[in-house]
């Protein structure tokens, strides 16, 4: 059997389960799901051997990638922790009350994030071992509220973790991107990757890597280019030569 990978795909949906909360301007919302959603990583990273989990409802409702303890998560001083309260542009998106914020953690991200232990789970009783691939994409041009604002925006991006991403892993994902003749960050613009709060630091076994791709290379608006298909294949590829770590 081919070795496989757990593909996190947190960004990908526009779906907003319920709008409790949320400021009445419907255009407003739909505008902020169109500049953070990470469009098509349900395909772009999916294929018919890996494990995936996709998140099916937006960012903008409940961000399984943000910490739950709003004192761990560093947006959550700009208003957009584990559930956003206000725009990239700093204005108010909705009100979250200590019942909606309590009933959104249980009915969305714990359930979530429980799902991806649990196939973690499986993987190293099958396996003995298991890897995570966290699935993203980033605008050309970088967000109001982002950490880093450098001006360097390269086609690709691997975020790795100090425990839990292997020095080989990031070697090969180097050389990977190099022979294509594509530019990458290290940990740059964005930094980190997901690991269930069960093994996180805790549980060598599980290793992780983020891999961002620009949406310069496959998306026009909210459309797909030309060269989606020749991005595909280079993540696929990716994805390929990572398993043989």
């Given at each position: 059997?081919?070795?496989k ?14 709008l ?10 739909s505008?902020?799901?169109s ?14 051997i ?6 099916p409802?937006s ?10 303890d709003d004192?761990?998560e ?9 559930i ?5 542009d700093?204005s ?8 909606l914020r ?8 714990w359930?979530h ?18 890897l995570?691939v966290?699935?993203h ?5 970088t967000l109001?509220r982002a ?11 691997i ?5 839990h991403?292997?020095?080989?892993l ?7 991107f190099?022979?294509l003749?594509y530019?990458?960050g290290?940990d740059?613009?964005?930094?980190g990757t997901?690991?269930p709060?069960d ?6 076994r599980?290793?992780?890597i ?7 290379l ?7 280019t ?6 595909k294949?280079?993540v696929?590829?990716?994805l390929?030569?990572?398993?043989e770590?």
């Amino acid at each position: 059997m081919n070795k496989k990978v757990i593909l996190h795909i947190p960004h990908s949906s526009t779906k907003i389960p319920y709008l409790d909360g949320f400021i009445k301007d419907k255009q407003k919302i739909s505008q902020e799901i169109s500049r953070l959603t990470d469009w098509y990583t349900d395909d772009l990273f999916s294929n018919k051997i890996d494990d995936a989990i996709i998140t099916p409802f937006s960012r903008l409702f409940c961000d399984v990638e943000r910490f739950a303890d709003d004192d761990l998560e560093a947006m959550s001083k700009f208003g957009m922790g584990v559930i956003y309260d206000k725009f990239d542009d700093g204005s108010i998106l909705r009100v979250v009350t200590p019942e909606l914020r309590k009933r959104i953690l249980q009915g969305f991200y714990w359930k979530h994030h429980n799902k991806l232990s649990e196939l973690v789970k499986i993987h190293l009783k099958t396996n003995s071992s298991c890897l995570i691939v966290d699935c993203h994409s980033f605008p050309e041009n970088t967000l109001n509220r982002a950490l880093n604002k450098t001006a360097f925006r390269p086609d690709f991006n691997i975020g790795t973790d100090a425990f839990h991403t292997p020095k080989k892993l990031v070697e090969v994902a180097t050389k990977y991107f190099e022979n294509l003749g594509y530019s990458l960050g290290i940990d740059e613009p964005y930094s980190g990757t997901i690991v269930p709060v069960d093994y996180y630091k805790k549980d060598i076994r599980v290793q992780s890597i983020m891999l961002e791709v620009n949406r310069k290379l496959y998306l026009s608006g909210k459309e797909k280019t030309d060269s989606y298909n020749k991005t595909k294949e280079v993540v696929q590829g990716f994805l390929t030569a990572i398993k043989e770590v």
